[in-house]
């Protein structure tokens, strides 16, 4: 027998094992959770990169209020053990917050990306993202450098995440990671919607109704009609918790003719008005009463009340009629657009 044969085949065996175990130790580490320090710090990076981030700043500040319970149990995982190390260098870091059945994802360059121009394609798929993205997302190439780099990570930090998981919401991610998603997993539903933001500063707006309206508050027992005309039907208690910000606009035999919510995160949801009380500039009351109670909400909850914070609203994109209305009161898109996609493990294919 060699045992110089022996003794090297040994040796390699013992390498790789060792290598394939430090890979997985790598895959294994990849997720790092936060502290609350660090949540102190997350919520000041995020009200120091609106509005990109201002509907994580939103959540943040919002659901120890709205949602305590849910907000206690959320578990945050990042890409790095020191992630404000790597952002004071200009490096990417990724944060994934867990929360029930849902995660959001964030990614520190999409302050910055969201501000490069991106490729006629893109903007397409943007609006599609069931179509598929043949060619760059951004028009410089160091712009979809910064993008590829980003991807990669958030590619690992996901792949970690979801081993042994089935299907979960991925809760208003920006829409330049659908292409990425859809690589990875099986996506029964994606929703891409705009952002449309506009500075808090300029809330609360003076407001005049004409004769036979009244403004307040909604209440409790709005909540079902809440649920009724909006397309997608909220759990009731989502939407009772969503009334602590809320308006509703009534006649004067107090039927609710006009409403709107707010979402956890701080946008304004449920905007709608009952067809023959439309064209009478109830929708703009609502937006500038709820939005001025988020301005409120800001300058009491935020660390820094002096930096500019932003009202937000969402609207799907085949909805033209809501991104004219806001057009319209001045509000304006930032970004390409963000999206709530569910994802899943991909079949796996029998050869």
Not at 26 to 47: G, H, V
Not at 267 to 278: C, E, K, P
Not at 291 to 319: L, M, R, W
Request: hydrophobic share 40%.
């Amino acid at each position: 027998m060699n045992l110089s044969a022996v003794y090297s085949g040994c040796t390699f065996y013992f390498l790789f094992s060792y290598f394939l175990y430090y890979m997985t130790m790598i895959k294994q580490q990849s997720l790092y959770q936060l502290e609350n320090t660090d949540l102190k710090l997350l919520t000041a990076y995020c009200i120091q990169n609106q509005p990109s981030t201002s509907s994580l700043l939103g959540w943040l500040l919002n659901s120890p209020q709205s949602c305590p319970n849910e907000f206690s149990n959320a578990i945050f995982y990042c890409s790095a053990p020191n992630p404000w190390a790597l952002i004071a260098q200009n490096q990417t870091v990724v944060w994934l917050i867990e929360i029930k059945d849902r995660i959001r994802i964030f990614v520190s360059s999409e302050p910055f990306l969201d501000q490069c121009p991106t490729t006629d394609l893109a903007v397409k798929y943007c609006e599609d993202p069931e179509t598929s993205l043949q060619g760059p997302m951004f028009i410089a190439a160091d712009h979809q450098a910064l993008y590829k780099e980003s991807e990669n990570l958030l590619e690992q930090l996901l792949k970690t995440f979801m081993e042994n998981k089935k299907e979960i919401l991925v809760h208003g991610c920006s829409v330049i990671w659908s292409p990425l998603l859809r690589r990875l997993f099986k996506i029964p539903y994606n929703g891409p919607c705009k952002r449309f933001v506009n500075p808090a500063s300029k809330y609360p707006l003076p407001c005049s109704l004409r004769n036979g309206y009244s403004i307040a508050k909604a209440e409790k027992k709005h909540a079902p009609l809440i649920i009724e005309y909006n397309k997608i039907k909220f759990e009731m208690q989502y939407v009772i918790e969503g009334l602590e910000m809320s308006t509703v606009i009534t006649t004067q035999d107090n039927t609710p003719v006009a409403w709107a919510m707010s979402h956890r995160d701080l946008t304004v949801g449920a905007l709608h008005v009952l067809g023959s009380h439309r064209r009478q500039g109830l929708a703009e009351a609502v937006v500038a009463d709820i939005c001025g109670q988020h301005t409120a909400f800001y300058q009491k909850h935020s660390p820094d009340p002096t930096v500019e914070h932003y009202a937000q609203a969402i609207v799907e994109y085949p909805n033209s009629t809501s991104a004219s209305f806001f057009k319209k009161l001045g509000w304006y898109t930032h970004g390409p657009g963000i999206t709530w996609v569910v994802i899943g493990p991909k079949e796996k294919s029998i050869e």
